[in-house]
């Protein structure tokens, strides 16, 4: 997961422990550098593109001010290979079956991505 938005470091630290308290599934890296503050998801996709191959992922959770500002702590999932830049919400309830089913390549982004609710979240299989 990575911080772009560095305005409430009580709510960062918040969302992190929201997302590892609720067992090992909900693991993740967190990415906490300046450098990223106000980061656009264009310039994640830019970022990734001019990368070596080895270094290059394949999609990426963004902790953002609707992040941090959201009880649900929606990250911000951005696609960075099959449609760079494809971006949907993932309340952190949900963040284990999307991190899990992405990594091991069970389903792709576009699965999750189309499978939002009306506001733009992933929340589940209907």
């Known amino acids: 997961m990575l911080r772009v938005d ?3 470091e009580v709510r960062w ?7 590892s308290g609720s067992g090992d599934d909900r ?4 990415v ?3 450098g990223f503050d106000g980061v656009t998801t264009q310039r994640l996709v830019e970022l990734d593109t001019g990368a070596d191959l080895d270094d290059r992922v394949f999609y990426l959770f963004v902790a953002d001010s609707t992040t941090l500002g959201d009880d649900e702590f ?3 999932a951005v696609d960075l290979d099959g449609e760079p830049g494809r971006t949907f919400r993932v309340p952190v309830a949900f963040f284990a079956d999307v991190s899990a089913n992405l990594s091991i390549g069970n389903m792709d982004f576009a699965e999750f991505a189309d499978a939002v ?10």
Not at 13 to 19: D, G, I, M, V, Y
Not at 27 to 30: E, V
Request: charged content about 20%.
């Open 6 to 8: 560095f305005g409430d």
């Open 13 to 19: 630290e918040a969302c992190q422990e929201t997302l």
């Open 27 to 30: 693991m993740a890296t967190f």
């Open 32 to 34: 906490s550098d300046i």
């Open 74 to 76: 929606p990250l911000l």
């Open 117 to 126: 609710d009306a506001t733009g979240a992933y929340r589940g299989f209907n």
